[in-house]
């Protein structure tokens, strides 16, 4: 069998086992024929039969390459999952980077767009054009910070994921977990405001959420380019992008004194140590805490 059915296999295990987003699945098949590329040329031997000084040898090369110490630990990352794959399918006994260690990183500094600049920014009703699209950005934007939603999160959004009458969302994160947030008072208005527009158009052609005006669902550097444009007339912060928005969901509450692990289960993160570079139950007590401490919770 060729190298490269192999990570045909262990790529379609990771979309329908693990369901992979299409964007990861890339990136592991960009790195894995890199690996594949860098054995066949510069040690002459097969992805499965690659030994611990290889693996080292490949670190090396790639890091001369000018990648950056978090980009390294990626690359080992996936070739990890790509050999513990193989040592379950009987097709290794050993993986090569079982001993290699991950490269140190720089602590990763979260900016946060201040308070000030995002009560500003959703105060001055002149900043959003009174039509669909206006409407449209402005609940965007306020379902990015009011939420702590991914970019991909926001864009996945139907209308029936909303229950007004417990004031929930229901999100789906990544791998397809789901998880409930407690949507904040103040959204609701501009949700109704933007579903009347959106019911005008003819016809909405995608059932998402957030639409084009041509009623197609919203793609991610739209997203992207919208928010920049409006967080360039807002606020200094150098990172303007939606996870900001995420970013700054995540350090006021944490700031206000919600609790880390209430957070970390808001944000849909797996461990906790995802929720930590942020810091400086039941549903219903989630809900009670989230109403108290959001600036938008009420």
Do not use: C
Not at 164 to 176: C, H
């Amino acid at each position: 069998m060729k190298q490269t059915d192999h990570i045909t296999q262990f790529l379609t295990y990771l979309q329908t086992e693990k369901r992979f987003s299409d964007h990861t699945l890339l990136a592991y098949e960009k790195e894995l024929e890199r690996w594949s590329d860098y054995l066949a040329s510069e040690a002459e031997v097969s992805l499965f039969k690659a030994n611990l000084q290889h693996a080292k040898r490949f670190v090396i090369w790639r890091s001369k390459q000018g990648i950056t110490p978090r980009s390294v630990n990626r690359m080992l990352s996936t070739l990890r999952s790509f050999y513990k794959w193989g040592i379950r399918e009987g097709l290794v006994s050993q993986s090569p980077v079982e001993h290699v260690r991950s490269l140190k990183t720089p602590k990763k500094v979260v900016m946060s767009v201040p308070r000030e600049d995002l009560k500003a920014l959703f105060s001055d009703e002149g900043r959003f054009e009174d039509d669909f699209v206006g409407s449209r950005d402005q609940l965007m934007l306020l379902l990015l910070y009011g939420l702590g939603l991914r970019k991909s999160e926001l864009i996945s959004l139907r209308p029936a994921d909303f229950d007004w009458s417990r004031q929930t969302v229901r999100v789906i994160g990544k791998r397809n977990k789901e998880r409930q947030i407690p949507i904040p008072k103040s959204i609701s208005s501009y949700f109704d405001l933007y579903m009347k527009r959106r019911a005008q158009l003819v016809p909405a052609k995608d059932s998402e959420l957030l639409l084009t005006p041509k009623g197609k669902k919203l793609y991610p550097q739209l997203v992207y380019s919208r928010v920049l444009f409006y967080l360039k007339g807002t606020t200094t912060v150098v990172d303007k992008n939606p996870h900001t928005l995420r970013h700054s969901y995540a350090t006021h509450l944490l700031n206000a004194g919600v609790d880390i692990n209430t957070v970390k289960e808001l944000l849909g993160h797996e461990s906790l140590s995802s929720t930590q570079v942020y810091t400086t139950s039941t549903f219903e007590e989630l809900v009670k805490v989230y109403n108290q401490a959001h600036p938008k919770g009420s």
